[in-house]
């Protein structure tokens, strides 16, 4: 048996462990039923930090069922991954929001990638409290924009302590963290916001990977803002529910559109998706969906990839990866990180899309 750390930030981390097999039992030689086993090959990607720790663990475990392919996911941001991706300095870009037009004209045209969608998650508001328990804080939507807009600057704001009955709300000042960094994290929270608070949009323009924020300090990555507010306190976040479990922040119930309080789960997410089928790069958002259980700031993952490949075989190894990313065996170790896996509506999406993928004029995937 063998362990490997997949960093979440300075002095936490996430302990995987491979025991030789895939968890759907597949064969290790094949790739299993539907599987093409890929050529020789090192691939690079980077962008989103909302999937890294699931990216990190598929790809650990894609190279122990298929060590001649070396995969490398930098994180950095959606926006240092679009980046990357432009200047071609990484095979594939991630992010939690497809390309805008502006971004894809950079890249040669809307017709020149492919854009599939990878998983599935949900923002977490977490909190450090030592007087309020890990789900115990109810916010609603008027309650997380007054924050973040920071118009509410106390704990014990009469608008958070008359939803809050009960709770020993502090007489603290709230510290608002938020990313730095161009992120697809905050495009999910703050197209949240857009969608349930005229004043946000009307005081920020509306969602976007990066935005001028009216209050609060900033830090870098999903795993930077979730050691800001373990360090901090009085302070809240909006972090990938991921992190939220894994450094055991508390967090907070999320009141959404049904009128329903929830604590954010891949359940949760799953719920918010079903009230959105045919969901595409063009109709990507899910957030404050409709369904008691549905989880209020959820939203899809991105892979953006060229559509033509200049290296055939490079090509070839990048496809067959994420095709298996997006089986159910791929799908596991998400569903494993507190992640939800893809409706089949969109896997078969993602299918369609790779088969677009070509080097040369062929195309490169060999699944039928």
């Keep these: 048996m063998k362990s490997v750390l997949v960093a979440l930030s300075a002095g936490v981390a996430l302990v995987l462990t491979a025991c030789g097999g895939s968890p759907t039992g597949g064969n290790p030689s094949t790739g299993g039923p539907g599987v093409p086993t890929p050529p020789a090959a090192s691939l690079t990607g980077a962008g989103a930090t909302f999937p890294k720790p699931y990216y990190d663990a598929a790809n650990f475990a894609y190279n122990k069922k298929f060590s001649q392919v070396n995969i490398n996911y930098g994180g950095g941001g959606s926006g240092a991954g679009i980046s990357q991706l432009t200047k071609k300095t990484v095979d594939y870009g991630a992010s939690d929001v497809p390309l805008s037009a502006k971004e894809a004209a950079a890249m040669g045209g809307s017709d020149k990638v492919i854009q599939i969608a990878s998983t599935l998650g949900t923002v977490s508001l977490a909190y450090n409290l030592d007087s309020v328990a890990d789900g115990h804080l109810k916010l609603t939507p008027d309650t997380i924009a007054g ?54 949009k009307a005081k920020t323009g509306g969602p976007g990977k990066s935005i001028t924020w009216p209050t609060g300090d900033g830090a870098q990555g999903n795993a930077g803002v979730a050691t800001r507010i373990t360090q901090t306190p009085g ?13 055991k922040m508390k967090q907070a119930a999320l009141k959404n559109r049904d009128g329903n309080y929830v604590i954010p789960s891949a359940a949760g997410a799953t719920a918010a998706a079903t009230a959105f089928i045919g969901s595409s790069p ?8 409709s369904g008691k259980d549905s989880a209020p700031i959820s939203g899809y993952s991105w892979i953006i ?56 004029g062929s195309a490169l995937l060999s699944v039928s």
Excluded: C
């Excluded at 009955?165 to 857009?194: A, C, E, K, M």
């Excluded at 302070?235 to 450094?247: D, F, K, M, R, S």
């Excluded at 063009?282 to 969906?289: E, G, L, T």
């Excluded at 298996?324 to 939800?340: D, K, M, R």
């Design 147 to 200: 924050i973040f807009l920071g118009r509410i600057t106390k704990w014990n704001d009469a608008a958070l302590a008359a939803d809050n009955s009960g709770v020993s709300l502090p007489n603290q000042d709230i510290h608002v963290i938020h990313r730095s960094d161009g992120s697809g994290t905050s495009y999910i929270f703050t197209d949240y916001l857009s969608s349930v608070s005229p004043d946000w």
């Design 235 to 247: 302070a809240i976040g909006y972090v990938e529910l991921a992190y939220v479990l894994q450094t």
């Design 305 to 360: 990839l060229y559509k033509d490949q200049a290296d055939k075989t490079k090509g070839t190894a990048l496809v067959d990866y994420l095709y298996w990313l997006t089986t159910a065996e791929g799908q596991s170790y998400a569903i494993t990180l507190h992640y939800a896996a893809l409706p089949s509506s969109m896997a078969s999406y993602d299918l369609l899309a790779l088969k677009d993928v070509t080097s040369g």
């Design 282 to 289: 063009s109709q990507f958002s899910i957030v404050n969906a």
